[in-house]
Structures are given as C-alpha cells and as structure tokens.
C-alpha cells in the first residue's frame, strides 16, 4: 500500500489526513489520486467503503486555488446524508489549505445557502435537485467549475436525477475535468460518460477488495409471520452494540422501529417522509451510543458513515443483489469484523443464491433459535458485564453489603441473583406487523445494474417534491414523483412514472 506522502500531494493535504488517522491509502485511491492530480478524466467503480470519498476529494481539494474566489469544484451527490458526508471529508481535507466548502440539498434553508454561496466558496457539494434551483435563482455559477465529481450515480439514475445531472454538465465548462464514481454500470450511466466526458480512464475495485472478509454472513429461512421474533430472539443471543436493521418500505420502518421499542430495544427509525432535524437527531443517537438499534430503508441509510456497527440485519430482502453489498457494507469497516444475517421467505430462496452470486460468498444458513437459546445468549452478556466489574476492581463501597448478605445466604444463591438481575429476558410482548409480499423470483442480471432498484419507497424520494421547476434553459418540467416515492427509470427512453411502492 502507497502512503500519501508517495503521491506528491500539497503538504497541508497531507498533513490533514493524517492528523485524520490515516496513515496507508486503499486500493481506490492508491490507482485514483496519480491520475486525478494529472487532470483526467475518470469512471471509478467501487462499493461503498472503499475510500472512494479520499480517491477523488484528495486531489480535488489538492487542485484548488484559494487565490481564486469562484466555485472551482462541484461534486453531486444522492442524498442529504451522503452530500453532508462529503462536505465533512473535504472540509477536513482542505481545513490547512484553507479551502472554502459549502453544502446545499433540499430540506435545508435556501435563504442560509444563498448567504454561504454568496462567500464565494471554493467547492460546492449539492444535491441534483437543490442545485438546479440555485442554478434557476442564478444564486450559483457554475462557469468556471474546473473539476465535477458525480459520486454514487448509479444511485442518482435510480432517484430519477439522470436528466438534472446532465442539464448541470452542460452549463458547466467543457474542458472541466470530469470523476464518476458508481458502484454498478447501468446502460444509461455509460451513455452519460461517453456523452460528457473525454477518454476516462477505467478504475474499478473488485468486490473482494472491499471488507467482506470481515463480514460473517448469514441467513434464516421464515416465514413472514415469524420474522419479528426471530430477529428479537437473534438480537438476544447476539447483543449487538451498534446495528442497523433494514426494511423494504417506510411503513415497515415505523412499525419495526415501533415494535423493537416495544420489546425493550433502544430503537429508532430513519426514511425518506422524516424531516432533517429528526433525521439528524436520530443519527446523532445512533452514533452517540443513546440508541442501538437504527431501522432504516436502503436509500435513507445511503453514505452513513457510521463506525462501530456491529451487526445488519436484512429483516427484508433487498430488491437487488448490489443492494445487499451496500447494506452490510455499513460493518466490518476498519479492519474490525462484523456480522450479516439476511431474513428469507421459503419463497425468496433464488434471491438468497442471487446475492451470494454479486457478494461472492456463500452465506451460511442459520436456525431459528429457540427461546432458550435467547435468555442464554442475554445469560451470557450479564456474566461478561459482571466479569468486567471483578476485572475493573471499582467495587468497594459494595464490598460491606455483599459480607452481610453472605451471612444471611450462600455465595451462589447470592451470584444467581445477581445474574438474574442483570439479564435482561426476552420480552414476549404481543407484537403485528403488517405483512410484506415476498419478492417476486426473477433472474438476475449480470451486467450490474441496467434495472433501476426498485426495492422499498423510504428514502427514496427527491430533495425537492411536489412542484414544477423551471429547467435553467427556461423549459418546465413536472416533478412527477409522489412524496417518498422512488422513480423508475425507463432504461430505452429515459422517461420516469410514479413508484406505487407504498
């Protein structure tokens, strides 16, 4: 592995990474920065986790002239959480250099970003939607943009941003240098490159590059009616610190989220119909530790950066294979191990085989685990918490206490009840979810991705819903897509219609 100092980066770039902790650059970045600091043009292709965010926002931020007050750098991102993610790496980066970022996306006061615009910021991080009304507003230049990155556009065609995307490139300078990154290669992704970018050079990390060795991964068949209490009973014998449970729909998350509370998890939910002052106070208590179970959609948990999980739990399929890849690539980071166990129907078994075919790895089918087996594994944790308590010899002030309760009984009744106190026994409270329609069997598609995931409406809506935008050029446009719904993508036409996911 090369280190950022063989790469002939600016000092103070240099120096912010690795006041970060990162000392070895990954292999994304070890074949992406040397030839994006000579200005080419690049398709990078890699999963979440890989780096990608240092592969293009270290020689981008290495590039900027902070002499010159103008939008040099625009990157567009999918999501809220993915932009604000980005912004908070580079502004990291550049904090030395001394390089301007700013962030805009939907949701956000429009009046606040137009006073952050207005002090004339050397990078730009936005969501496609929110962008297009600045460029509407002429709140934004974007005529001497020296570098454009489209992170996660594979995500950006299945939200329905392809035509936004491709209005922005062209207001942009033709001579810009130009960095895609996604995760898989649908038709229309490769239409945009050949129409927008000049002789990219082909990067791609294999998925065995990315930490799945780390990832123990698993999977039970159930039946639908049976999943919530499988999934309380794994949680049990488990004992996850941090973990994320994924479901296929924002109904499923508030209900999931609901019931996890019920059972006396610490539990919240995130999708796309929260506004972003909950979304932001339920990722600041996941990550704080105040919950430890967040539910979520695929698309609401899209560019969480969240160290420390343990465990995912697909309590739904999802709808394809690549999806499953950023799923459980949410743990296992950092070289720390982690665990993935998959919820199927008996009739969602070919969606198990088509997924171990796109991760790579056979999964391991699992057991319904009994009762039993769940107040043992809580059995387990309150010896280890106790365990822990002997080893930090902090006591004390227990010590007079626990000789007067000698007296009055042995020392194991004693012990035995004070085991008894700390597990904490599986909550048997009566809990219905409403059922889910298993997936439809389907074959596989190899290439990666010329199908737009359909799999789940939470979070997969625009930053901006349910009113006409004016297009730069002058033309409308309707927004057609329902609040919280994903857009399909026509893959002959390029032509959208609503999602009917509810």
């Not at 600041?284 to 919950?291: D, E």
């Not at 609401?300 to 697909?314: E, F």
């Amino acid at each position: 592995m090369a280190t950022f100092y063989e790469f002939g980066l600016n000092s103070e770039v240099v120096r912010a990474v690795t006041q970060m902790g990162f000392e070895e650059a990954t292999p994304i970045q070890t074949a992406t920065i040397p030839t994006a600091l000579e200005g080419k043009d690049i398709i990078g292709q890699a999963q979440t986790g890989t780096g990608k965010t240092g592969a293009f926002g270290l020689p981008l931020i290495d590039r900027i002239d902070i002499n010159k007050d103008h939008v040099q750098a625009l990157i567009l991102a999918p999501t809220r959480e993915l932009a604000n993610q980005v912004a908070e790496s580079l502004f990291a980066f550049g904090k030395f250099k001394g390089v301007r970022t700013v962030t805009v996306y939907g949701g956000q006061d429009m009046r606040k970003q137009i006073r952050d615009l207005k002090n004339k910021p050397h990078v730009v991080v936005a969501t496609p939607g929110r962008l297009m009304d600045h460029m509407r507003r002429k709140t934004i230049r974007l005529q001497e943009v020296e570098t454009v990155v489209l992170d996660e556009a594979d995500e950006m065609l299945n939200m329905g941003f392809i035509e936004d995307i491709e209005t922005i490139l062209s207001e942009t300078p033709k001579e810009r240098q130009t960095l895609l990154f996604s995760a898989t290669m649908p038709k229309r992704i490769e239409k945009l490159a050949q129409t927008f970018m000049t002789e990219p050079k082909l990067i791609a990390v294999k998925s065995t590059e990315v930490t799945m060795e780390n990832i123990e991964q698993f999977y039970v068949e159930v039946h639908e009616r049976q999943k919530f209490d499988t999934l309380c009973r794994f949680m049990d014998i488990h004992a996850p610190e941090l973990a994320i449970v994924f479901g296929r729909t924002k109904r499923r998350v508030d209900e999931l989220s609901e019931a996890l509370s019920k059972r006396g998890f610490r539990a919240e939910g995130i999708h796309g119909d929260l506004n972003q002052a909950k979304r932001d106070s339920v990722l600041r208590k996941f990550k704080g530790g105040l919950i430890d179970v967040l539910v979520a959609t695929d698309v609401a948990a899209r560019g969480l950066d969240i160290s420390g999980v343990t465990h995912v739990y697909n309590f739904d399929l999802p709808q394809d294979p690549e999806s499953y890849v950023h799923r459980i690539g949410r743990t296992g980071r950092a070289g720390k191990s982690g665990v993935a166990l998959t919820f199927a129907t008996p009739r969602e078994k070919d969606h198990i085989k088509a997924i171990e075919q796109v991760s790579k790895k056979k999964m391991v089918r699992k057991d319904v685990p009994s009762y039993e087996q769940a107040i043992k594994g809580q059995q387990g944790l309150a010896v280890e918490q106790l365990r822990q308590l002997i080893t930090e010899d902090n006591a004390d002030a227990y010590r007079v206490i626990a000789k007067e309760l000698l007296q009055e009984t042995d020392a194991t009744t004693a012990l035995a009840a004070a085991l008894k106190l700390l597990t904490k026994e599986p909550d048997t409270t009566e809990v219905k979810l409403t059922g889910e329609a298993p997936l439809r069997a389907k074959k596989h598609r190899s290439q990666g991705g010329g199908k737009p995931y359909r799999g789940g409406s939470g979070g997969g809506r625009r930053d901006d819903r349910n009113r006409d935008r004016r297009r730069p050029g002058g033309s409308f446009r309707k927004d057609d897509r329902r609040s919280g719904g994903q857009s399909q993508g026509n893959r002959s036409g390029g032509q959208y219609r609503k999602s009917k996911q509810a």
